[in-house]
């Protein structure tokens, strides 16, 4: 069955830059997404189509897109962005949806 | 700006049943698929099912297949999941999302509900 992969973890210091990679077979075919998930609240879209970035969120935001891999870095972290971040594709056939497993951020 | 609100969860016994609804609010209901996520506790997010517009096409992981059936009724602006044969592994907030993207495999969502705990448990 086709996955998606982030790492369980990673730890920065404010005003580092994070960096999250989720990988998955299928990406070369299919754009990535990821959401922010604070502890009690639902998920929220911090960025769509491997880099694109919603209204509203701020520009430290980014994401790119590389061969089986997909990445969201996170410039100049704030205390406020500690959350799980999950990315999310499809399979190759594109009518099943998957999410990594979460990547706990701990600034 | 559309708001979704989850009801319908509570404590059902394995192999019960339990109908979930996701009521949005906004005059463009029909114009967008809508779909069904849900979380474990202490877990990762996994998607569970997803219905276009029309209502007419629906998607379905296969954990839950020949189980759930989603359902809409855009006269209403109301999102359903019917969960039958329920198993404790199905304990889960059940979130309702609302989707982008054009085709198959652009899917994402944009807009979440609060969620609604579904527990099975004897």
């Known amino acids: 069955s086709y996955e998606l992969t982030q790492p369980p973890s990673v730890s920065v210091s404010p005003g580092q830059t994070a960096r999250i990679t989720c990988s998955g077979d299928?990406?070369?075919?299919?754009?990535g997404y990821w959401y922010q998930q604070k502890p009690g609240q639902a998920p929220v879209l911090v960025i769509h189509?491997?880099?694109e970035r919603p209204s509203g969120i701020p520009e430290r935001f980014s994401g790119s897109s590389s061969g089986t891999a997909v990445t969201l870095t996170i410039s100049g972290v704030q205390a406020e962005d500690e959350a799980d971040y999950y990315c999310?594709?499809?399979?190759?056939?594109?009518?099943?949806?998957?999410f990594g497993g979460g990547t706990k951020l701990t600034v | 700006e559309v708001q979704l609100l989850e009801s319908g969860g509570g404590l059902v016994q394995p192999g019960g049943s339990l109908r979930l609804s996701c009521a949005a609010s906004?005059?463009?209901?029909?114009?967008?698929?809508m779909s069904w996520v849900r979380q474990a506790p202490g877990k990762g997010l996994e998607w569970v099912s997803l219905?276009?517009?029309?209502?007419?096409?629906?998607y379905y992981a296969d954990s839950v297949k020949g189980r759930f059936t989603i359902s809409r009724d855009n006269s209403k602006n109301t999102l359903f999941m019917q969960m039958n044969s329920l198993r404790a592994e199905d304990t889960a907030v059940y979130y309702c999302?609302?989707?982008?993207?054009?085709?198959?495999?652009?899917?994402?969502?944009?807009?979440w509900g609060r969620g609604t705990l579904v527990t099975v448990s004897s």
């Open positions: 999310q594709s499809a399979d190759s056939s594109g009518t099943y949806v998957l």
């Open positions: 189509k491997d880099s």
């Open positions: 999302a609302k989707v982008l993207g054009l085709r198959t495999g652009d899917w994402y969502f944009d807009l």
């Open positions: 906004g005059s463009t209901f029909s114009s967008y698929a």
């Open positions: 299928a990406l070369p075919k299919q754009y």
């Open positions: 219905i276009l517009g029309s209502g007419g096409t629906t």
